[in-house]
């Protein structure tokens, strides 16, 4: 299952990140790291933006971004 596939209230773990180069360094500089918990908060009527609580912050991360984090 991919972050956007969680739905609004879920926490879940980061198991794996699929993106690669820049887009995935990019994802890690924003804290999502593998084993970090992620609270999804919100979500946009047409599911663009996300918006996530992690470490403590809240996070809006775009609906293509969502899909490369798999979480359980």
């Given at each position: 299952m991919t972050l956007r596939e969680a739905?609004?209230?879920q926490t879940v773990t980061v198991t794996r990140?699929?993106?690669e180069g820049p887009v995935k360094r990019?994802?890690?500089d924003m804290g999502i790291t593998k084993g970090v918990s992620?609270?999804?908060r919100?979500?946009?009527p047409l599911g663009d933006p996300?918006?996530?609580t992690v470490r403590g912050y809240e996070l809006s991360l775009r609906k293509a971004d969502a899909e490369l984090i798999e979480v359980n």
């Open positions: 739905s609004i209230g990140l699929t993106g990019r994802i890690m992620v609270y999804v919100k979500m946009a996300v918006e996530v």
